[in-house]
């Protein structure tokens, strides 16, 4: 049994080296309370890395006025890279969704003599004539082969002119020489993930859907953001959002258009939940929704993704890369956006496309 004496002694001790070395416990602790967040906002970075309003900007410039969608751009940058972007060079990768077809001819001329029956007599001519020799017949596809090729033209290379736009012009551009053909391909969704297996088809299809509503420029303009991992087991929305009455029904003709969700009245701070498992993908507080929040559920096997939208909040109760599950608080009824009233506007979305919601209501 422990004396009562040397209790005390432990006891004066501690508490003089706590009195002396307090700022560095402090300092230790804090560290230690603060780790858990430090190591899940590393894990966010790297799994989850951000694009903001200007690298949308940058996929969509480098696509612009070439054919090539930017969605599948992203989408093809996210898959093939596994969710981590921080040293992609997007500016190169652009050209795997292009496939240019290319032959150079050698055009020799050559003469032959012809037999011609002139006034009923036989008569020789000599006549001229192109043979078409192929000198290169290529199909090539990528950032290396395509420069390559117009290295070999003495196409000037520069940051402006290996803009794809610009590569396309030039060689469709040299269709009005005689001794090249050349044919520029922009790949389909189907072509560029043919060699993918199925998880990452699934994936690319998935945020083919998702990106359109992640875009800053999109009528959800959300502040932040991720490019969520696929979740192939969805959990469909299933339950209310909340509680309340209903205001507005899904189809309704306003001066703004048809209304895309159901609107759900009661007071604000009225609780709001997740009507489905599924990770926060995107909050908002501009704009005509308000405060708003987007959760991804889910890809099925049929390809149908579920991303559910809840808007004119008061106040968020849940962060971007959140897991959530059903019924879980995400948020708290408010009158913020272009709103008349406290309420909470709810839409499902299915591939991009708000379908009713009453459709997945109990």
Known sequence: MVEPTAVASIAIKSASF????????AIILL???LLPTLIFATVLNILFPQLDEEDFLYYKTLTEESGISWVSFISYDVTRLDNYLKENKAEESVFDLIKISFTEYEIVEREK???????????????????YI?????ELKGHGPVSQLLKSLDYVISEESMKVKNVILFLENLNEKEEYETKTHILTDE????????????????????????????????????????????DIPSIWPTTGSVTSEYGQRRLTGTHRGIDIGNNTGTPVYSTADGIVIGVGTSGGFGKRIMIYH???????????????????????????????????????????????????RVNGTPLNPRLFLP
């Open 191 to 234: 072509e560029i993930t043919t060699d993918y297996d199925e998880a990452h088809k699934e994936w690319y299809y998935a945020l083919v859907e998702i990106l359109p509503l992640l875009d800053p420029s999109s009528e959800f303009n959300p502040d932040e953001f991720i490019i969520p991992d696929l979740i192939n087991n969805p």
């Open 298 to 348: 889910g890809t099925d096997e049929n390809g149908r993704t579920y991303v559910t939208v809840y808007a004119h909040l008061s106040a968020f109760k849940a962060s971007v890369g959140a897991n959530v599950s059903q019924g879980d608080l995400i948020g708290l009824m408010g009158n913020t956006g272009f709103s008349t009233g406290s309420h909470l506007h709810y839409e499902v």
């Open 113 to 131: 003599e012809i037999i011609k029956i002139v006034d009923g007599k036989e008569v020789t001519e000599t006549v001229t004539y192109k043979e």
């Open 31 to 33: 560290i230690l309370f």
């Open 18 to 25: 706590i009195k002396k070395y307090w700022y560095v416990i």
């Open 134 to 138: 192929v000198i290169r017949d290529l």
